[in-house]
C-alpha cells in the first residue's frame, strides 16, 4: 500500500495560470516533505521541502502547502511557464533519518504556451 | 557543482544475465542510494550505502545486490536479471545532515531492458 499518493497522473495548465499539485499521505509519523522535480532523461532534482512544524513555504513561484490534520500537501506554482513541464514528485520522511524517503508515484505537468 | 553520473543510460540484457550498475559522485559525499522508478509506482529503494563497505536494504532488496569498495562509486547488482527487473534506475548520492534542506542529488538513470 502506497504510503505517499499523487492520484492525479497528469495535469494541463495554460501559461501563466495558477498549477496545483496534490499529495496525501497516510503515515503520521511523516514529519518532513519534499517536492523533487523531473525532465526526461534527467535525474529528479529538488525542488522545496516543508518541515511538519510549519504549513506553508514559499521559495518564488513556488509555494508547498501543508495540512496536517488532512495528512495532505499541495505544491502551487504561480505563474506557471512552459519550462515547468515535468513530472513532480511528491515525497516524505520520518525525523531526521532522510535514508528511507518515500516517494508518491509522479504528476505530470504540462503547461501549455 | 554536485555531479553523480551512471556508466549507462541505456542497457539490454537477457534474462539470467549478471548485471552492473556504476554510479560515481564527485563531491565525496557519505551517503549513496540506489532507486528505481517505474510507472504508477515512483522511485523505490533498493539499497543504500553510508560508507565505504557498509550497506543497508531499502524497501525492495530481493535480487539485488552492491558494491561500495570506494566512497565515489556505489554499484547495483543484479546476479541474475529478470524481465521485472526491466526498469529506470537511479543513482542517488547525499552530504551528511547538516539541516533541513539537505537533500540527495540524483544521476540521469539507467534505463534496463531485460529480454
Known amino acids: 500500500d502506497q504510503q505517499v499518493k499523487q492520484n492525479s497522473p497528469s495535469l494541463s495548465v495554460q501559461e501563466g495560470r495558477i498549477s496545483i499539485l496534490n499529495c496525501d499521505y497516510t503515515?503520521?509519523?511523516?514529519?518532513?516533505f519534499l517536492w523533487y522535480k523531473k525532465y526526461p532523461a534527467e535525474g529528479p532534482t529538488f525542488l522545496i521541502s516543508i518541515s511538519s512544524i510549519k504549513d506553508k513555504n514559499e521559495d518564488g513561484r513556488f509555494t508547498v502547502f501543508l495540512n496536517k490534520s488532512a495528512k495532505h500537501l499541495s505544491l502551487h506554482i504561480v505563474p506557471s511557464q512552459p519550462g515547468d513541464s515535468a513530472v513532480y514528485f511528491c515525497a516524505a520522511s520520518v525525523g531526521t533519518s532522510y535514508d528511507k524517503v518515500i516517494f508518491g508515484p509522479g504528476t505530470s505537468l504540462s503547461v501549455i504556451p | 557543482d554536485v555531479k553523480v553520473t551512471q556508466s549507462s543510460r541505456y542497457l539490454v540484457k537477457r534474462t539470467g544475465e549478471k548485471v552492473f550498475l556504476e554510479c560515481v559522485q564527485d563531491?565525496?559525499?557519505?551517503?549513496m542510494f540506489w532507486y528505481r522508478q517505474d510507472p504508477g509506482l515512483g522511485l523505490r529503494l533498493i539499497y543504500f550505502s553510508y560508507d565505504v563497505k557498509m550497506k543497508e536494504k531499502g524497501d525492495i532488496p530481493e535480487g539485488y545486490s552492491v558494491s561500495r569498495e570506494k566512497k565515489e562509486r556505489f554499484s547495483l547488482i543484479l546476479e541474475s536479471a529478470s524481465t521485472n527487473q526491466t526498469s529506470m534506475y537511479l543513482c542517488?548520492?547525499?552530504?551528511?545532515?547538516?539541516?533541513?534542506?539537505?537533500?540527495?542529488?540524483f544521476g540521469p538513470g539507467t534505463r534496463l531492458l531485460v529480454l
Open positions: 542517488a548520492s547525499r552530504p551528511p545532515l547538516t539541516g533541513l534542506k539537505e537533500t540527495q542529488y
Open positions: 503515515n503520521s509519523m511523516f514529519d518532513y
Open positions: 563531491m565525496d559525499h557519505e551517503n
